[in-house]
């Protein structure tokens, strides 16, 4: 059954030190364990340990062999007598039959482990929960010359080679001073090549750095040393933060659930968030590397030197590592672009997920499977809580803050409301109602209304907030709402007065501004200084002024959006729509010679289908996409000159990663896409002619995402070559799969069937599965063809996929939860399809729990 939140209690049995020795081999390996156990506490509880998958081959206790144990479910249970005792057990694994990629398991012929959130347990039995940290010390024992590199936790401690009569075999000890949950754990066997680095800390300690792949892979590695020598240098200098172990080593695996791991001195990332070259990575790529290099390294110290102490409080680590990445990366370049990056990943993922059957709070109340928790809600959600924080704290009162949680939490698992306190304490600001933010889930609605009475030179702004109802939680109360709020007037353009931050923290409230004697416009929740949906009543008139005058360029951004949503919306609505204020703002910011080439690129994109979607009760994925479509079509064809403009005059020359080059090749792309949706006759032929002359991934994927979407036989010929080019490639290859999944094409819906019998295409690796299935349910009009074939494409799909990994069938599952939003036909498609999924025999739990939900 679920397991509640408030459930939690103590462990009875405390883990002070573990010596864990592998005797590795791909089809069977040897582990034992031997744990010194102290009773926590006076009670009479044996001792349980969990285990997933394997069989206790011996138990001892004390060093004699003890047969009293019993199993009970997932547990080892053992009766023990004493206050202290050791306990040892043996199992033996298997990694290459591992599909699931939780626990230890091959990839490409080596060996590695994921533990996070539970996968400890199916390596050997222990306490697999947050809060019991234990001191590792590991032995590995391994084939020497299939398995040279033998790597683990902590500081290596020694080496050699086994006796004779073991045959080639070798063996390394690692030993990690600082103790850590079992989900921290890891271990790498494998025949790895290494990019050697160092960092000198602040107090003058060198740290060896290691960046492991196979060899042929050495050269693309050199972009995530440099941003891992980065983030240690911008966590002393903006958080205080030191690295505290000897090495620090980084390792590429391909076959991974997720994104990457923060294992202690250890993390073993996704490959694609470790190699990089101009040739096979895009901008996207490399920003999104540096990224989770930071972010994995942040852990060290939000996540864990203060670790978890249930895994209800997984955002305490989740959101605030986010949060600390974000900043890193707005350091690293436009601040203002990354900021508008990060809003539109909240609102494609995090918002639906608030809105539909699977919302939860930032701080859950129980969960089937933690696995399914790993969501948008704790890292995203959870990421702009903090940042609320931060705000309404400002940066000396946050930073005293974090130093006081880093101070009087390190080297324990923390809760939520732990950090919340220190919040409070090192500030002096009361944070009781901010609270609510971490228990109610739902994404809040604030309704916005600026009236002007000249004659006083008075304003009046009326704000009232509403939290929808989410399945659990039907009547919310009012929460804090940080907004940043300036006027500007509406003749002269000037700001009519300072930024001001409200706390809106009432169902309603009205704030008076005097001496505004022109006519004002309202600017507000600038930076996006609150996660929530403003509904305003401005005109189109004054979004169109605001962005081409606002100076948070987020904001002009915003009422950029907030235009063109209303624009699409209502030709959606009224089957046909006025495009000129959308028309005469984007002109505008196209011939703003002021403004920055990426931030320009990020405005004049139109909303995604989906986020359209989002806006109406009933979604009708044809009329959005052609509403979209011919709003796109418009702006190509009446700017069309100043498209051509952005594509000629943009820079190009050799490949540099450099946020200038980026804007650069950025707004080209988005060039290049406006001239094909003009039906110009020669855009096939300019993204022909990029496709072929690029000297690097950013450009050949842009062009081939606009050839991909059209019918033109350079269509055809760029994928063919593109394919070919790259063909072993599998993160390059995974764009191609990708690619055409997301194709705007009437026709896409028959191609992903095909491609998914492709003899590249394969289930059992995570980013294949997704660069297909992941982005096909991302493909709003695709995948919601009226005929139901995506459901039951998707449907059969995550069927196959869940025998093989659950939790990546599970991650898949939410663009079938959408049916409460569509139609009586489709939304009866839908459900038939999830019912399908519940009905399956020996269905995981992962799955179990998002379909089951996604039905209720
Ligand atoms: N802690 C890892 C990170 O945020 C991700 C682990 C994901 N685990 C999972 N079971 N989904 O970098
Ligand atoms: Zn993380």
Not at 813 to 833: H, N, T, V, Y
Request: some cysteine; hydrophobic content about 40%; aromatic content about 8%.
């Amino acid at each position: 059954g679920p397991i509640s939140r408030h459930d939690y209690r103590p462990p009875a049995w405390l883990v002070p030190d573990t010596r864990l020795v592998f005797a590795l081999d791909a089809a069977a390996t040897r582990v034992t364990a031997t744990l010194s156990v102290t009773r926590n506490g006076e009670h009479g509880e044996p001792l349980r340990l969990h285990g997933a998958g394997q069989e206790p081959l011996a138990v001892r206790v004390d060093g004699v062999a003890v047969n009293d144990w019993r199993i009970e479910g997932e547990q080892l249970v053992v009766p023990l007598t004493g206050a202290t005792h050791s306990v040892e057990t043996e199992v033996v694994i298997a990694p290459e039959r591992n599909t699931q990629l939780m626990g230890l398991y091959a990839s490409g012929g080596n060996l590695c482990t994921q533990c996070e959130a539970e996968g400890f347990r199916r390596i050997t039995y222990f306490p697999d929960r947050p809060d019991v940290l234990s001191r590792y010390r590991v032995r590995l024992e391994a084939d020497k010359v299939r398995y040279p590199v033998l790597l683990a936790n902590g500081d290596p401690v020694d080496a050699g080679d086994m006796p004779g009569e073991s045959g080639g075999r070798h063996w390394a000890e690692w030993d990690d001073p600082f103790p850590k949950p079992s989900y921290l754990f890891a271990l790498v066997a494998g025949d790895l090549a290494v990019n050697r680095g160092t960092f000198t800390t602040a107090s003058g300690r060198t740290v060896a750095l290691g960046i492991w792949v196979r060899a042929t892979d050495i050269e693309k590695t050199h972009h995530a040393l440099h941003a891992l020598k980065l983030s240690m240098a911008w966590d002393e200098r903006v958080y205080g933060r030191e690295y505290d172990l000897d090495v620090f080593n980084v390792v590429a695996v391909d076959d991974f659930n997720f994104g990457a791991m923060e294992n202690k001195g250890l993390n073993i990332f996704n490959s694609r968030y470790i190699l990089a070259d101009p040739d096979t990575a895009t901008d996207y790529d490399y920003d999104g590397i540096a990224a989770v290099v930071a972010h994995e390294y942040f852990h060290n110290w939000s996540g864990n030197r203060i670790t978890c102490r249930d895994w209800f409080q997984l955002s305490l680590k989740e959101g605030f590592t986010v949060y600390r990445d974000q900043g890193f990366s707005a350091d690293q370049g436009s601040a203002a672009v990354k900021r508008i990056e990060d809003v539109r990943g909240l609102r494609a993922a995090q918002f639906p997920e608030d809105a539909g059957p699977l919302a939860h709070p930032v701080r859950p109340e129980s969960y089937l499977e933690i696995s399914n928790f790993y969501t948008a809600t704790i890292y995203n959600k959870g990421a702009e809580l903090i940042r609320m924080i931060a705000t309404i704290l400002g940066p000396q009162g946050f930073r005293a803050g974090t130093d006081l949680y880093f101070d009087r939490f390190d080297g324990t698992a923390a809760t939520c409301e732990d950090f919340v306190a220190c919040m409070e304490d090192a500030s002096g600001r009361d944070l009781a109602q901010f609270r609510l933010w971490y228990s109610q889930a739902g994404t809040p609605r604030v309704a916005a209304s600026l009236a002007h009475e000249a004659g006083e030179g008075r304003a009046t702004l009326r704000l009232a907030q509403h939290v929808p109802g989410t399945p659990g939680q039907p009547d919310k109360q009012p929460m804090v709402l940080p907004l940043k709020i300036k006027l500007f007037g509406g003749e002269t353009g000037r700001a009519l007065g300072e930024e001001q931050l409200v706390l809106l923290d009432q169902a309603a409230s009205t704030i008076v501004f005097d001496g505004i004697t022109e006519r004002p416009v309202l600017s507000i929740n600038r930076g996006f200084s609150a996660p929530v949906i403003i509904e305003s009543d401005r005109s189109a008139a004054e979004l169109g002024f605001l962005s081409a005058h606002d100076d948070d360029p987020f904001a002009r951004y915003e009422a950029m959006q907030q235009l063109m949503l209303d624009t699409l919306v209502a030709a959606v609505i009224e089957g046909d729509g006025d495009h000129a204020a959308v028309v005469t703002a984007v002109a505008n910011t196209l011939a703003d010679r002021a403004l920055d080439p990426a931030f320009v690129a990020e405005a004049v994109l139109l909303p995604s289908e989906s986020f359209v979607g989002d806006q109406l009760a009933l979604v009708d994925p044809d009329a959005i996409h052609r509403a979209r479509e011919a709003l796109r079509r418009d702006l190509g064809m009446r700017l069309a000159d100043q498209w051509r403009d952005a594509y000629e005059q943009a820079p190009t020359g050799p490949y540099v990663y450099s946020p200038a080059a980026k804007g650069h090749r950025r707004l080209r792309s988005v060039a290049l896409s406006y001239i094909a949706a003009s039906g110009a006759a020669d855009a096939a032929t300019i993204a022909f002619r990029q496709f072929e002359a690029a000297d690097n991934m950013t450009d050949r994927q842009g062009a081939l995402n606009t050839l991909a979407n059209g019918y033109a036989d350079e269509r055809e010929a760029a994928l063919d070559i593109f394919y070919n080019r790259y063909a072993g490639n599998g993160l390059v290859i995974d764009k191609w799969f990708q690619t055409q999944a997301l194709s705007s094409r009437d026709d896409t819906g028959r191609l992903v069937a095909e491609l998914a019998r492709h003899p590249d295409f394969t289930l059992a690796n995570p980013n294949r599965a997704r660069s297909l299935i992941g982005a096909y349910g991302a493909n709003q009009r695709a995948f919601n063809a009226a005929d139901g074939s995506g459901y039951r494409f998707l449907a059969d799909q995550l069927i196959a996929l869940d025998k093989l990994n659950p939790q990546t069938a599970a991650k898949l599952l939410p663009p079938l939860g959408r049916w409460r939003r569509f139609d009586e036909k489709r939304s009866a498609l839908m459900r038939a399809e999830l019912q399908r999924i519940v009905a399956t025999p020996g269905l995981s739990r992962d799955l179990f729990e998002q379909a089951s939900k996604s039905l209720a």
